[in-house]
């Protein structure tokens, strides 16, 4: 027997391809000897050696970059990693992509404290605690500082560092607690810059300008207080009602929640904002729209303070907003750029900062388009080695004429590379060189480093646990100590289509770029294993409250301040004179048809399938007034005391993503004329591909999909009203339909034309069966609108996602009935719409199917 058990044990090690070893001791903080880890695991083993060496090896790289910093950059506020000087604000001109950041107050020693914390370094937490005292003693505090600085980065990086240090300083559960030797001066600094930035709400609107002067508002410029983004504008709440929770002081949520709601108030019929305005007047300067720059935080920061302070109103605001990214803005692989007030699309790029959407997606629940969207992130560094600034998804030749160019306006098209060179192949017959191809492909070509794609990586791989995403984080771990590591820190690239190195090393690489890192490799970090419901800010500052907190907050909270009660009643009382001219504005912005009759444009980009044991409308209403069916073996996140779902690991022989995602190399054909590998990493091996990590992690079952070769089209109408989407998952089964009780507000209907000898989106043969029993009648009895851009054939339709809803190839929409045509009728009967009627586009045959000019939506009921 015994012998059967040893040979078990030397099969399963070969298997996992981990030597047998002894076992090692775990020192004071729970880090395993670092001279004998390599000895206990082969490469991609990811077995706990493996994972701790990697762990200890993050760490080592902080450590490197932080005593850097202390010994050349400090009290200044960056060190250069290349020249190994100090990084400063410009002080001689207005240099305000320096000087928005760097205040002249010791930065990286603010926003590196949290990371100490993280990686359990109680000893450096103390230094550096010590450090800040020094340089910002309670007398004094921040009095010093004649800087005038971005509100928005300010906050997420001191008042942030400070606020989530303070947390852990305080924490009994927590291994750095200081206990009695800690005297709340952190809490006491952040209050103090608080109060330095609150001024910038003082304006005629409420709604906070973009800089302010820390050490007299009043020496501000006033050129550059006439535009502030919407993540500026809103992103505030979070770390300012958290100062509100630990000091009892309503003021800072107050004042800063009113500039929430009133942005909000401002959206578009579509329910999007754009990305910047005049918080003097209200004035729109940029109509784009989008997850990234600008507007980012936004919807990072309203999921998250819905959970960190249970409220609902947020929640509900959460909901609406990213059901609309969804209609409007959802591609397969990304979201596009679009104008706020019609959502037609209006750039051909995203930008580096969207990767961490998919961060968030998790905490929502939704991992499967998670996946998605972070996969194209991963092809970036496949590519270029890094995440550009902008990529360009669709290549422009001319940037001034834009002729010749592929770009469509069209924001429901979604374009297939392939099909574009078969119709046009004189955009791929171009005599520009593989530089020039290159820089029509990136608008801006650097990459400092940023921790987005990281972040959204640790929070895949911690919902799911597939090593794929270790992987990742490996070759991010190899790269930093080779490539990007400078002499005195870590350098980002300055010019991807050159691989020249960026001389900065911002405080984000050090709060958030190695921290996620760290934490990925870090399976028992404490953050992992407590009850706490920890969000990570913006900045990846861990924040939590608990029940005592939050209980103490509402019996004996105040808000005092004579001067912000008064200025916050002053904004109401003309919010209130402002109201009818709001309504009269907004009644009259020019928003989508009210019934987008004809269809968008055809194409072969829509390919996306769910995974087959995903509930895609994960989301647990806080309202009891909306209901959801959702599977029981993949709950929300906002559920949980830890958002982190504690699955085990998929599979221990094999990475799922691997082995049974089949769309895993799509994106390098469908954008192949935009993703262009510069000469210099012409060796450089896609992280997925690495060996050995392909053959151990995948198994004889990968695949990938046959390309789409039916048409899609996009239907696209808007009713008064709304609804939310109602998911029904069949075990027996095993799909998941969605039923639509109405069909009121804003819709959107990606359907597929299906006939013989295609392929469809979900990689099927279609054979002549696809026809049969197909029913052509129509009990409608109403005359149709002869616009569509169908031609008569031998064809059947079929709908694959709905408001950026993906269903399954056996999935169906179930419509009420008796509830759309009650819609249907209020909505003819309106003063405006009074000949308009919903059977003169759709039908319905006997089978209750809607039809479509005649033509069935095998998969779209009503019932």
Not at 258 to 274: E, F, G, H, T
Not at 311 to 340: E, G, R, T
Not at 693 to 718: D, I, R, V
Request: some cysteine; proline content about 3%; hydrophobic content about 35%.
């Amino acid at each position: 027997m015994l012998c059967i058990l040893l040979l078990f044990s030397l099969l399963w090690c070969s298997i996992l391809n981990v030597g047998v070893v002894a076992n090692s001791k775990d020192d004071d903080n729970g880090d395993l000897d670092n001279t004998t880890n390599t000895n206990k695991f082969y490469t991609y083993s990811f077995n706990r050696y493996e994972l701790d060496q990697y762990r200890l090896e993050t760490k080592e790289l902080f450590d490197f970059a932080l005593d850097n910093y202390l010994n050349i950059g400090y009290p200044f506020d960056e060190v250069k990693p290349l020249s190994c000087v100090p990084k400063t604000r410009n002080f001689t001109h207005n240099d305000l992509i320096t000087n928005d950041v760097l205040g002249n107050f010791t930065l990286t020693l603010f926003d590196s404290l949290t990371t100490c914390a993280v990686m359990n370094d109680k000893k450096r937490f103390v230094e550096l605690i010590a450090l800040i005292t020094l340089n910002y003693p309670q007398d004094t505090k921040f009095n010093h500082l004649n800087s005038t600085v971005q509100v928005f980065e300010t906050t997420i990086r001191i008042i942030g560092g400070l606020l989530s240090s303070h947390l852990y300083a305080t924490d009994p559960t927590k291994k750095v607690y200081l206990a009695d030797s800690y005297d709340n001066s952190l809490l006491s600094l952040a209050q103090d810059m608080a109060d330095r930035l609150l001024p910038a709400y003082l304006t005629d609107t409420g709604l906070p300008v973009a800089r302010i002067n820390l050490q007299d508002p009043s020496k501000t410029n006033p050129d550059l207080l006439q535009e502030n983004n919407i993540a500026a504008i809103m992103s505030p709440i979070f770390e300012f009602t958290l100062l509100s929770y630990l000091t009892l002081d309503q003021k800072y949520e107050k004042v800063t929640r009113y500039a929430y709601d009133k942005i909000w108030s401002l959206r578009s019929q579509l329910d999007l904002l754009p990305m910047s305005i005049n918080p003097n007047d209200l004035k729109t300067y940029s109509f784009i729209t989008g997850i990234g720059a600008s507007i980012d935080s936004f919807y990072e920061y309203t999921l998250k303070s819905a959970i960190l302070f249970n409220d609902s109103s947020l929640y509900k605001i959460w909901l609406k907003s990213y059901n609309a990214l969804k209609i409007f803005c959802k591609n397969d692989w990304f979201f596009v750029n679009i104008n706020y007030i019609n959502g037609q699309l209006v750039s051909n790029w995203i930008d580096s900062l969207s990767a961490f959407f998919p961060g968030l997606q998790v905490l929502n629940g939704d991992i499967s388009d998670a996946t998605f969207k972070n996969l194209i992130n991963l092809k970036f560094w496949d590519y270029f080695g890094g995440i550009p600034e902008r990529w360009n998804f669709q290549r422009i030749i001319n940037d001034n004429s834009n002729k010749g160019s592929k770009f469509n306006t069209n924001q429901n098209t979604n374009t297939n590379n392939n099909n574009d060179k078969q119709t046009n192949p004189q955009n791929f017959a171009s005599n520009l060189d593989k530089l020039q191809q290159l820089k029509d492909s990136i608008s801006l070509e650097w990459y400092p480093l940023r921790p987005e794609f990281i972040e959204s990586t640790y929070f895949l791989y911690r919902a799911t646990k597939d090593p794929f995403y270790l992987n990742i984080g490996y070759q991010i771990l190899q790269r930093l100590k080779t490539i990007f590591k400078g002499e005195c820190g870590f350098a980002g690239i300055q010019n991807i289509f050159t691989g020249q190195l960026q001389d900065r090393m911002e405080t984000f690489i050090l709060s958030e770029t190695l921290k996620y890192l760290y934490l990925l490799f870090d399976e028992h970090n404490e953050l992992h294993q407590l009850s706490d419901n920890i969000i990570f800010s913006t900045e990846a500052h861990p924040m939590w409250l608990s029940y005592k907190q939050i209980n103490n907050y509402k019996k004996n909270s105040f808000f005092n301040d004579s001067n912000f009660i008064q200025h916050l009643n002053y904004c109401k009382l003309k919010d209130e004179k402002d109201a009818k001219i709001q309504r009269d504005k907004k009644n009259s912005q020019n928003t989508h048809n009210n019934f987008l009759k004809g269809l968008f444009n055809r194409n072969h980009d829509y390919k996306e399938i769910p995974s087959q044991n995903e509930n895609h409308f994960n989301k647990q209403l806080i309202e009891s007034q909306y209901c959801f069916v959702s599977d029981n073996n993949n709950k929300p996140f906002i559920q949980n005391n830890n958002y982190y779902e504690k699955q085990s690991r998929s599979s221990l022989l094999h990475s799922n993503l691997l082995s049974t995602f089949n769309r895993l190399f799509e994106p390098d054909i469908r954008y192949s004329d935009t993703l262009i590998k510069p000469d210099y990493l012409k060796d450089y091996s896609p992280f997925e591909l690495a060996e050995p990590f392909y053959t151990q992690w995948s198994n004889s079952n990968g695949f990938s999909k046959a390309m789409q070769t039916t048409e899609s089209y996009e239907l696209l109408f808007n009713f008064p009203g709304e609804y939310y989407i109602h998911s029904v998952h069949n075990t027996n089964l095993n799909m998941t339909d969605l039923y639509c009780g109405d069909f009121t507000g804003h819709r959107k209907i990606r359907i597929e034309k299906l006939a013989p000898g295609k392929i469809s989106s979900y990689g099927e043969i279609l054979g002549d069966d696809i026809l049969d029993n197909t029913n052509y009648d129509d009990i409608s009895n109403v005359e149709k609108d002869n616009s569509s851009n169908f031609e008569s054939g031998s064809f059947v339709l079929r709908a694959t996602i709905l408001d950026g809803n993906i269903l399954g190839s056996n999935s169906s929409i179930i419509l009420n009935k008796d509830a759309i045509m009650k819609s249907v009728t209020a909505y003819s009967e309106s003063a405006s719409q009074k000949d308009f009627n919903f059977f003169k586009i759709f039908g319905l045959n006997s089978d209750n199917q809607l039809t479509l000019q005649g033509i069935p939506i095998i998969n779209i009921f009503l019932v």
